[in-house]
Every structure is written in structure tokens, then in C-alpha cells.
């Protein structure tokens, strides 16, 4: 999930500078940083679920073996 993650947060950033470059309406340029600045939280937030997730796995499917 971390790449999905990573991936809104690069377009996000990227819909900033397009917005700011452009001289668009300063809602379009708010709304931009905004999801950039929510997206960084959120992109922690999955690293944080998908370090756990290989424990999770392993401890509800006994077949599952965590090698790493």
C-alpha cells in the first residue's frame, strides 16, 4: 500500500507546483497543498500498517512463514 501512498503524495505535489506555476485560482492551489499535506501522515500511517502486516499475516495463517 505504501507505493498507492506514495504515488497520491507525488501527485498531489505535483498538481501543487502545476497550480502555482499557472497562476490558477487560489482555492485550486489551497486544495492541492492541502492533499500534500494530509498525504504525508497518511504515507506514514501505511508504512506503519505494512511493517506489521507480515506478524499479522503470520500469527492468523500458521502455514505463512515470515523469512525476512
Known amino acids: ?11 498531489f ?10 497562476d490558477a485560482p487560489a ?3 489551497e486544495v492541492s497543498l492541502a492533499g500534500l499535506i494530509w498525504g504525508i501522515p497518511g504515507t506514514l500511517t501505511m508504512v506503519v500498517h505494512d511493517r506489521n502486516r507480515k506478524r499479522r499475516r503470520a500469527l492468523t495463517h500458521p502455514e505463512f512463514e515470515v523469512t525476512a
Do not use: R
Open 1 to 11: 500500500m505504501v507505493p498507492f501512498a506514495l504515488a497520491g503524495v507525488a501527485a
Open 13 to 22: 505535489a505535483v498538481a501543487l507546483l502545476v497550480t502555482w506555476l499557472a
Open 27 to 29: 482555492h485550486w492551489v
